[in-house]
């Protein structure tokens, strides 16, 4: 098995999170923390016009997030309503 990947949340995409209601919030931490041993797990989607950009869907939300597999490093880029996160 590989190494695991760090997962970089910044404090903007912290404070999308917290708006978030807490069932939601638990369910996103959660899909956070498995993108850190699978950061390209079945169900993602690569976003086109984007290098290495992608989506995971989290019931009505949604992670996007890049990866930079040269050093290991998946930077969450935003998360939101499925209506919101790509504007």
Do not use: W
């Not at 976003?47 to 930077?75: K, M, N, P, Q």
């Amino acid at each position: 098995m590989s190494a695991a990947y760090r997962v970089l949340v910044s404090r903007r995409v912290r404070k999308q999170i917290s708006r978030i209601d807490r069932s939601n919030q638990l369910r996103i931490r959660a899909a956070l923390d498995l993108l850190a041993t699978e950061p390209r797990p079945p169900k993602c989607v690569a976003l086109s016009g984007f290098e290495s950009t992608y989506r995971v869907r989290v019931g009505d939300y949604r992670i996007l997030y890049s990866v930079h597999d040269e050093i290991r490093v998946i930077a969450v880029i935003r998360v939101g309503h499925r209506r919101e996160v790509y504007r």
